[in-house]
C-alpha cells in the first residue's frame, strides 16, 4: 500500500483558513486545530504554526480576550490580498512587453547605424549583441507569461468570485448580528462596531 502523500504548507495554509472562511465563526486555538485536523486532514501538531503564519501575514486576526487568544477572519482580507496579486501579475505582463519593445526599437536602431555606416564599430557590435540577447531574453520570459498567465488570472478570478460571495455572507451575518445586539441591548451601532471592533465602512462588495 502507497504512503498518503503529505499536504504542502500552502495546502494546509488554505485548509486552515478555510476553516474560517466557511463557518464565518471566532475560534479559540484548540477548536481551530480540532477543526482542522478531524474535517480538514491537518496533522494536530502543525495547526498552531500553520494559524501563526496566516496571522503574522495578515489573513488571520487574532485578539487576547480574557485569559483566552481568539482568531477570526474576514473574507475581505484575502479578497484584497488576491486582487492585488492579480493587479500585479496583470502589470508583469504589460511591464514585459514594454521592455521587449524597448529592447527591439534600440536593435533597430543599431543595425541602421551599422548600415548607414558600412562598418561596424566595437561600440557598435557590443550593442547590437547586448540588444538581441535582451531581446531574445524578454521575447521567452514574455511567452512563458502569457502560457501560465491564462490558467493563474483564471483560477485567481474564480477564487475572487468565491470569496466575495463569502464576504458579502460574512457581511450580513454581521449586520444581522448588530441589528440583534441593538434590540436587545439598547445599544447604537456606532457603540456595537467600538465594542466588537467592526471596521465603519463595511459594506457589501460589487
Given at each position: 500500500m502507497s504512503k498518503r502523500k503529505g499536504m504542502s504548507l500552502e495546502e494546509k495554509r488554505q485548509k486552515v483558513l478555510s476553516v474560517f472562511h466557511e463557518r464565518k465563526e471566532v475560534f479559540p486555538l484548540k477548536d481551530v486545530e480540532s477543526i482542522s485536523s478531524k474535517e480538514k486532514g491537518v496533522v494536530l501538531q502543525t495547526v498552531k504554526d500553520v494559524l501563526k503564519g496566516l496571522v503574522d501575514?495578515?489573513?488571520?486576526?487574532?485578539?487576547?480576550?480574557?485569559?483566552?487568544?481568539?482568531?477570526?477572519?474576514f473574507p475581505s482580507k484575502a479578497l484584497m490580498r488576491l486582487k492585488v496579486r492579480?493587479?500585479?501579475?496583470?502589470?508583469?505582463?504589460?511591464?514585459?512587453?514594454?521592455?521587449?519593445?524597448?529592447?527591439?526599437?534600440?536593435?533597430?536602431?543599431?543595425?541602421?547605424?551599422?548600415?548607414?555606416?558600412?562598418?561596424?564599430?566595437?561600440?557598435?557590435?557590443?550593442?547590437?549583441?547586448?540588444?538581441?540577447?535582451?531581446?531574445?531574453?524578454?521575447?521567452q520570459k514574455l511567452r512563458n507569461i502569457?502560457?501560465?498567465?491564462?490558467?493563474?488570472?483564471?483560477?485567481?478570478?474564480?477564487?475572487?468570485?468565491?470569496?466575495?460571495a463569502?464576504?458579502?455572507?460574512?457581511?450580513?451575518?454581521?449586520?444581522?448580528?448588530?441589528?440583534w445586539i441593538r434590540h436587545r441591548s439598547g445599544m447604537t451601532d456606532a457603540d456595537i462596531e467600538r465594542a466588537f471592533?467592526?471596521?465603519?465602512e463595511l459594506d457589501y462588495v460589487e
Open positions: 501575514d495578515g489573513l488571520v486576526d487574532s485578539d487576547k480576550i480574557g485569559t483566552s487568544i481568539y482568531f477570526w477572519a492579480l493587479t500585479n501579475l496583470r502589470k508583469l505582463v504589460d511591464e514585459a512587453e514594454t521592455t521587449r519593445v524597448n529592447a527591439q526599437r534600440a536593435l533597430a536602431e543599431e543595425q541602421k547605424k551599422l548600415d548607414l555606416s558600412g562598418s561596424a564599430t566595437p561600440d557598435m557590435l557590443l550593442n547590437l549583441s547586448k540588444y538581441a540577447e535582451q531581446q531574445r531574453l524578454l521575447t502569457e502560457q501560465n498567465d491564462p490558467i493563474t488570472i483564471q483560477r485567481l478570478q474564480e477564487d475572487l468570485a468565491e470569496i466575495k463569502a464576504t458579502n455572507r460574512w457581511t450580513d451575518n454581521i449586520f444581522t448580528l448588530r441589528s471592533e467592526i471596521p465603519v
